[in-house]
Nanobody, 125 residues
Framework: QVQLVESGGGLVQAGGSLRLSCAVS????????MGWFRQAPGREREFVAG????????GYADSVKGRFTISRDNAKNTVYLQMNSLKPEDTAVYYC??????????????????WGQGTQVTVSS
């Protein structure tokens, strides 16, 4: 069973930064495409950023492009989301997700096989 554990969320002022981490159990992390999604109260879970299994291909939602950076360390079984210039509208629970055998990055939540429990990010104005 694959387990994903997010960390790094918290409360930050607008304009600040946070780095989220997602540690993934198992020996086949390097074969997974990874994604970050977020869900604000009363809203659908939405794609934030994705990265393919090697880390060579990444993609972002338009709302975070230029502010957020996704990366991964396959030696540490960890994917990161560096979030800069945070805005109040970035407030949400952030989830990481894994897709087995991911040659690309994927934006549709239905594509992913495993999910973490989420970490809260709150940006105050």
């Amino acid at each position: 069973q694959v387990q994903l554990v997010e960390s790094g969320g918290g409360l930050v002022q607008a304009g600040g930064s946070l780095r989220l981490s997602c540690a993934v159990s198992g020996r086949t992390f390097s074969s997974y495409a990874m994604g970050w999604f977020r869900q604000a109260p009363g809203r659908e879970r939405e794609f934030v950023a994705g990265i393919n299994k090697s880390g060579g291909t990444t993609g972002y939602a338009d709302s975070v492009k230029g502010r957020f950076t996704i990366s991964r360390d396959n030696a540490k079984n960890t994917v990161y989301l560096q979030m800069n210039s945070l805005k109040p509208e970035d407030t949400a629970v952030y989830y990481c997700a894994a897709k087995v055998f991911g040659d690309l990055y994927y934006t549709q939540k239905q594509t992913y096989d495993y999910w973490g429990q989420g970490t809260q990010v709150t940006v105050s104005s």
